[in-house]
């Protein structure tokens, strides 16, 4: 909206001639002109007088900059911040030039830019310090209560975050886990039979067994596993919106449908907070 308010008078020499012979700027008629109409055509002049007059001075109508990852650091967030307060002059010399912050206030020289980086990227939540994700199948071998079953899968995760679905006698489980999701997710992708890892074993036989000391006994089956924070997200969507009456750990249901659309408030920091930085 600031780039077409701005620069919203800057154009081509053909286009304005056209308009000006439509009779928005001069000639017979212009005069008569009032009300609303007078009041564009000057605004529309004084924009195009002030693009002009930053256009020939050698400013560009706009700077924009493309980056393939978003600032992930504080000194990648300082670096764009350089990038765009700085400019080559005819000598190819780089200096400061002014950027404004979301307020207006100028931000002229790099001082300023570091200052307004200290508030800028608090702006930003950390990242997680674990990104390690896997999701469970448990075959449950009989009727279970909404109450025993709960009780049991907190006790077979500890105290690791997670959400559950239950259809029927099978429950699925996207839990937070210590392990190293990557080598995980690589014996899944290339078939278990395939490698010798005994990894998924040992978690599947350690998950099954602590169901069973909890008085509900059930079959473990890692199905996925995931080791980056961007996967992590969209595999935790997928799950809310591919499984009906998703649940946290204490049984509370998880917000989906729209309201999950729409930005319902959950997401991998409200399931998991205990693993970010203070």
Request: hydrophobic share 40%.
């Given at each position: 909206?600031?780039?077409?308010?701005?620069?919203?008078?800057?154009?081509?020499?053909?286009?304005?001639?056209?308009?000006?012979?439509r009779g928005g700027g001069g000639g017979r008629g212009a005069g008569r002109a009032s009300g609303p109409g007078r009041a564009a055509?000057?605004?529309?002049?004084?924009?195009?007088?002030?693009?002009?007059?930053?256009?020939?001075?050698g400013a560009q109508p706009a700077v924009f900059k493309v980056m393939p990852n978003p600032p992930s650091t504080k000194e990648a967030?300082?670096?764009?911040?350089?990038?765009?307060?700085?400019?080559?002059?005819?000598?190819?010399?780089?200096?400061?030039?002014?950027?404004?912050?979301?307020?207006?206030?100028?931000?002229?020289?790099?001082?300023?830019?570091?200052?307004?980086?200290?508030?800028?990227?608090?702006?930003?939540?950390?990242?997680?310090?674990?990104?390690?994700?896997?999701?469970?199948?448990?075959?449950?071998?009989?009727?279970?209560?909404?109450a025993a079953l709960s009780e049991a899968l907190n006790k077979a995760f500890g105290a690791k975050p997670f959400i559950y679905a239950?259809?029927?006698?099978?429950?699925?489980?996207?839990?937070?886990?210590?392990?190293?999701?990557?080598?995980?997710?690589?014996?899944?992708?290339?078939?278990?039979?395939?490698?010798?890892?005994?990894?998924?074993?040992?978690?599947?036989?350690?998950?099954?067994?602590?169901?069973?000391?909890?008085?509900?006994?059930?079959?473990?089956?890692?199905?996925?596993?995931?080791?980056?924070?961007?996967?992590?997200?969209?595999?935790?969507?997928?799950?809310?919106?591919?499984?009906?009456?998703?649940?946290?750990?204490?049984?509370?249901?998880?917000?989906?449908?729209?309201?999950?659309?729409?930005?319902?408030?959950?997401?991998?920091?409200?399931?998991?907070?205990?693993?970010?930085?203070?």
């Amino acid at each position: 909206m600031v780039y077409g308010a701005t620069l919203a008078g800057f154009r081509p020499e053909e286009e304005e001639e056209d308009w000006k012979r439509r009779g928005g700027g001069g000639g017979r008629g212009a005069g008569r002109a009032s009300g609303p109409g007078r009041a564009a055509r000057v605004s529309y002049q004084a924009r195009a007088v002030a693009a002009r007059a930053g256009y020939a001075a050698g400013a560009q109508p706009a700077v924009f900059k493309v980056m393939p990852n978003p600032p992930s650091t504080k000194e990648a967030a300082a670096r764009l911040l350089n990038y765009i307060g700085k400019r080559e002059d005819e000598k190819g010399e780089k200096h400061d030039i002014e950027i404004f912050d979301e307020d207006g206030q100028v931000l002229a020289t790099g001082g300023a830019r570091k200052a307004f980086l200290e508030t800028f990227c608090e702006t930003f939540e950390p990242p997680l310090e674990n990104t390690n994700f896997i999701e469970v199948r448990f075959e449950l071998a009989g009727e279970v209560t909404g109450a025993a079953l709960s009780e049991a899968l907190n006790k077979a995760f500890g105290a690791k975050p997670f959400i559950y679905a239950q259809d029927g006698q099978a429950v699925e489980v996207y839990a937070h886990t210590d392990e190293r999701a990557g080598p995980l997710a690589r014996v899944l992708a290339g078939g278990r039979e395939n490698s010798r890892s005994k990894a998924l074993d040992k978690i599947e036989a350690r998950l099954s067994e602590a169901m069973g000391a909890a008085g509900v006994v059930a079959k473990a089956e890692v199905m996925a596993a995931v080791g980056r924070e961007p996967k992590a997200k969209y595999f935790l969507q997928k799950f809310i919106r591919t499984h009906s009456q998703v649940r946290f750990a204490n049984g509370e249901p998880v917000p989906g449908g729209e309201e999950f659309d729409q930005g319902g408030g959950f997401g991998l920091r409200t399931m998991a907070p205990a693993v970010f930085r203070a």
